[in-house]
């Protein structure tokens, strides 16, 4: 049962099939969670608590925002609160059904649908166009106009990233986030310990062809070592060279973040031609990190400390005609910088279970790098943040600061199972 709700989980998070669409599909996995966790007894009066503490602030914060921070009418509000009983409702009721197996289930459906994209992305590979026949033949939504895009649930097809996988979600990039995580969070729980899954989630990563992937597998790699107890001047030693040049002689690492750069510049100084262009050949104007960054900012000022709203976009008509796609800023122009940094304290108390101060502060990085190139902070899986620290006990990982030292959390883990049996 709990892999069951956890395979559903992750495809209401990957938005990449009819699962995230459909309000009816939320409400029917809501009330199989809550099925399973009365079924199992798994409520506690210390859940209700967790939400109703949670809602409390979450309801303040945007009341007293909009009643005398943005100014905005009534229905900015009421969406803020419908956001958190459709998507944040959601992810609390799987942590608090699942509780400390939660993460341990994650990984187990991610890393199996890795394995699964990899036989698709090499038929992809070698044929495209079949690939592309057999998803309009079965023609699962969504079906998203002006893309040439297919979803068969377990792999995504998309005409635009023929040579990347975009294994079970709505592009590559946002694939190597999933898998980044799972690799991160594996590693974690599993005291740092390179076994098969983690080679499953590496080559996995690799055929993402994702420049922000990428970069964040390079920090999973270095906090690895960090981990296992390799000196910090022994790693920058042979990174730092290595490092230099993949980023310069790969394609799309250094290549791909300047042309980016670039680019987003000219965009920025005929951002208004350019809308109105996409507009009228009924299509939205894709901004890139750096200029969805700027622009936001640009636009919102000051209320990018304590957010606009959850459907910020339709406060400025210009907005309803561009793709943002800078994850990080996104969740400000959502929540503001107040949001951000209570969200990635979360994030820090669940890694500190596990892990030292240093290790959890390069998750955190980890977390920053692929936020930065997709929007991805608002993804069910992500919100399970925000009460996956109440469920994690100490005992799980090495919480001591110095020495650093694989030898230090293997033995807590070892010891932790041996008082189990």
């Known amino acids: 049962m709990y892999y069951f709700i956890t395979l559903l989980f992750v495809f209401l998070s990957s938005r990449g099939s009819f699962f995230y669409f459909s309000n009816i599909w939320w409400i029917l996995i809501d009330l199989i969670i809550i099925w399973a966790g009365l079924e199992k007894g798994r409520f506690t009066k210390s859940d209700f608590r967790l939400f109703l503490t949670f809602s409390l602030i979450y309801i303040g914060f945007c009341t007293i925002r ?24 959601t992810s609390f009721l ?86 980044n995580m799972a690799l991160m969070m594996h590693l974690l729980t599993n005291a740092f310990t390179f076994d098969k899954k983690a080679i499953w989630l590496g080559l996995a990563i690799i055929t993402t062809l994702s420049t922000t992937s990428y970069l964040a597998l390079w920090i999973i790699i270095f906090l690895y070592f960090r981990a296992n107890d390799v000196k910090f001047s022994k790693l920058m030693f042979f990174i730092i060279p290595v490092a230099l040049v993949l980023a310069f002689q790969l394609p799309f690492l250094l290549n791909k973040i300047s042309f980016i750069y670039a680019n987003d510049s000219q965009d920025m100084m005929r951002i208004e031609f350019l809308s109105k262009w996409y507009y009228k050949h009924g299509e939205q104007m894709p901004l890139n990190r750096f200029s969805s960054m700027i622009y936001l900012c ?24 561009i793709n943002i796609s800078n994850g990080i800023f996104e969740f400000m122009a959502k929540f503001g910088l107040l949001g951000l940094v209570f969200f990635l304290n979360r994030c820090y108390s669940l890694f500190r279970k596990f892990t030292t101060v ?10 920053l790098i692929l936020g930065f190139s997709e929007s991805i902070f ?10 996956l ?30 008082l189990k049996l």
């Open 94 to 179: 799987y942590c608090a059904v699942l509780k400390d197996k939660a993460i341990h289930y994650l990984i187990k459906v991610i890393t199996q649908l890795a394995i699964i994209s990899i036989p698709f992305y090499f038929l992809q590979l070698i044929s495209a166009d079949l690939v592309y026949a057999f998803g309009k033949l079965i023609n699962l939504p969504p079906h998203l106009p002006g893309r040439e895009y297919v979803n068969f649930i377990v792999f995504t097809y998309v005409k635009q990233h023929a040579l990347r996988n975009s294994g079970f979600s709505w592009e590559p990039g946002a694939f190597g986030f999933f898998l």
């Open 358 to 367: 240093e290790i959890s502060l390069y998750c955190l990085l980890v977390i």
């Open 66 to 89: 909009s009643l005398f921070l943005v100014h905005l009418s009534m229905g900015f509000w009421l969406s803020d609160i419908l956001f958190l009983f459709k998507f944040i409702f």
């Open 298 to 321: 640009r636009l919102f000022g000051a209320n990018m400390i304590w957010g606009v709203s959850n459907i910020f976009e339709e406060t400025v008509p210009i907005l309803k005609n």
């Open 378 to 387: 608002v993804v069910s899986l992500m919100i399970c943040f925000f009460f």
């Open 389 to 418: 620290y109440h469920y994690y006990s100490e005992y799980n990982g090495a919480v001591d600061e110095e020495p650093l030292t694989r030898g230090l959390a293997i033995k807590t883990v070892k010891n932790a199972r041996l």
